[in-house]
């Protein structure tokens, strides 16, 4: 496993001709570049995936952040510790000189994060619920951000279907149960 463009020199293989690589669907696109070109420069006959494999949502919120992270004093990303993409979009908010913080929900945005703050970003790592979302909207219009203008740079219309599986068991279960926030 290979984590930085340094690390590439000091890697050690049987045969610099017949290697390959993937990536970690999750990691930072600005990283991962690096490291591949890196790679690339070091053994010129190396095969990458024939597809970008860096996970759309990934990539599309990564783009985002990018987008507003200039226009904004400060960045919150809900999404939870062990989420990959949601502590990358935390990162790519930090490598542009914004501050940035990774929270669970809205009660764990800390009153002084918020002092001098004019302007303030919101994204949500792929797989965090849109209702939190929408708690930490709520939440930060009483603190005085009421004035909510959606930024959507790709649509995301991908929608997975359920493997026909567990369609047929949700359809004979004897009552269907949903989750709330």
Not at 1 to 16: A, I, Q, W
Not at 102 to 123: C, F
Request: one cysteine or more; charged letters at 20%.
């Amino acid at each position: 496993m290979v984590g930085s463009p340094e690390e590439v020199e000091s890697l050690t293989v049987p045969d610099p001709n017949r290697i390959a690589y993937l990536t970690q669907t999750t990691l930072s696109l600005d990283e991962t570049r690096d490291i591949i070109a890196a790679l690339e420069t070091r053994f010129p006959n190396i095969k990458g995936p024939a597809a970008q494999d860096i996970c759309y949502a990934t990539e599309n919120r990564q783009q985002a952040v990018k987008h507003v992270v200039s226009d904004a004093d400060l960045l919150l990303v809900v999404g939870s510790n062990n989420s990959s993409n949601s502590n990358r979009l935390v990162e790519v908010a930090r490598n542009f000189s914004t501050a940035s913080h990774l929270i669970d929900s809205y009660r764990n945005i800390q009153p002084e994060w918020l002092e001098g703050v004019k302007t303030i970003a919101l994204t949500a790592g792929a797989s965090a619920p849109e209702c939190l979302v929408e708690e930490v909207v709520k939440y930060l219009g009483t603190r005085g951000f009421g004035n909510v203008k959606e930024v959507e740079l790709m649509p995301e219309n991908v929608r997975f279907g359920l493997p026909p599986e567990i369609v047929v068991a949700i359809g004979s279960a004897p009552n269907s149960v949903t989750a709330d926030c």
